[in-house]
């Protein structure tokens, strides 16, 4: 989309939003849609014009000026588009916050900067994430997962010849598990948002071991690199840690407390970089790119846009938790000592709770993926990167 034509709106009260183009920001000012004491900029390194001193937009201020003067003016006196039905309703769309993936991608809208804007998005990116597709791969990954935790409980791995295999196999599984949950999830909200209609099943799974790969290749590298990094930071302390008395005792004593301090600083720095990596799923599926392009483009988008990642993503996780939770409600009943089986069925009590922790988490696995998406791509090509 050519950037030449964009703008962003502030209303007398703060608000900010963005127009498409010089044709949509005039036929809203025409339907007195915007204040007239509303400024404008082309970028948000611009400062902001009132309309009246805006060249584009100077004839339809001093038109509806004119009008307010004299009510009898005709209202076709502007030089401007006139309004279809169509865009009124596309207007209505706007001023009833409309969710769905087709109306927020509506050119003709007006769309919010900002942290409300962040909401706009979650809340579309949650109206997305309730489908019937995207609740199906939820809930089989849910009981999958629920499923190796009961597997991992029973009695069968109390023999420790088994273990390390029987550990190294659960753990494999439950990791191709989330993989595969994580890129036909992310391409599935993709087609939908691309193509404004459902995704069939055979372009969603079209390419998926590919991407699947490419997922734990830099999933491996990402959390590999920043769990070495962490490993570090809590080694350095010990090895710098004074093993003898005195006054070359106490330096080295000052100076690991320094390099404790420090590393834990860090150490706090890094933990996010984990949650960050949620978006290199989106990006590998919108763009399509090998991993080391893809991570090279992560780092490129989390060093321009590092705030609003970390706002975004604490808010999805809110968001999530919110709606997670009356479903671990439902069943903490279960958890709780007061929920006593027969002894002979604790084995098989302990396996149902923990199926249905997994069917429970399911919305909070789909959200999740599904929002970060919509916060990539929001990021990437929404008003923060039109400059």
């Known amino acids: 989309m050519s950037q030449v034509d964009f703008w962003y709106v502030r209303f007398p009260d703060g608000r900010v939003l963005r127009a498409a183009s010089t044709a949509v920001l005039r036929q809203e000012l025409s339907a007195r849609r915007i204040p007239l004491g509303s400024t404008v900029r082309r970028s948000p390194s611009e400062e902001w014009v009132a309309l009246e001193w805006t060249q584009e937009f100077a004839d339809v201020v001093e038109e509806l000026a004119a009008r307010d003067r004299n009510p009898a003016t005709p209202p076709n006196v502007l030089g401007t588009l006139p309004i279809s039905p169509s865009s009124n309703r596309s207007a ?21 900067i900002g942290v409300r804007s962040y909401l706009d998005e979650l809340l579309a990116a949650l109206d997305s994430a309730l489908v019937p597709q995207k609740l199906l791969l939820g809930l089989i990954a849910g009981l999958l997962l629920g499923a190796l935790l009961m597997l991992e409980r029973t009695a069968w791995f109390e023999h420790e010849g088994r273990w390390p295999a029987a550990a190294g196999a659960l753990l494999g599984g439950c990791f191709l598990v989330f993989e595969a949950l994580i890129a ?3 391409r599935v909200t993709y087609l939908e948002l691309a193509r404004l209609r459902p995704a069939r099943w055979r372009q969603v799974f079209d390419g998926a071991e590919r991407l699947t790969l490419r997922m734990i290749a830099s999933q491996l590298l990402v959390w590999g690199a920043i769990g070495g990094l962490i490993v570090l930071l809590r080694w350095l302390p010990h090895w ?3 093993g003898t008395e005195g006054m070359g005792g106490k330096s080295l004593q000052i100076l690991a407390g320094s390099v404790l301090a420090l590393a834990m ?3 706090a720095l890094l933990w996010p970089v984990f949650v960050f990596w949620w978006l290199l799923p989106p ?6 790119s090998s991993v080391w392009s893809g991570l090279r483009q992560w780092l490129a988008l989390l060093r321009r846009h590092l705030s609003g990642v970390f706002l975004y993503q604490a808010m999805a996780v809110g968001l999530g938790v919110l709606v997670t939770a009356p479903f671990l409600l ?3 009943p279960l958890f709780l000592s007061s929920f006593v089986p027969p002894e002979a069925l604790q084995e098989a009590a302990r396996g149902t709770r923990y199926l249905l922790l997994g069917l429970a988490c399911a919305p909070l696995l ?9 916060i990539y791509l929001n990021l990437r090509y929404g008003a923060g990167s039109r400059r």
């Open 92 to 112: 209505n769309a706007v001023a009833n916050h409309s969710a769905t993936v087709g109306s927020r991608l509506d050119p003709a809208r007006l769309h919010l």
């Open 240 to 242: 710098l840690g004074p």
């Open 265 to 267: 600083l860090l150490e």
């Open 330 to 332: 439902l069943i903490t």
């Open 184 to 186: 036909l999830l992310t």
């Open 283 to 288: 990006l590998l599926v919108v763009e399509g």
């Open 366 to 374: 789909t959200y999740w993926i599904t929002s970060n998406v919509f």
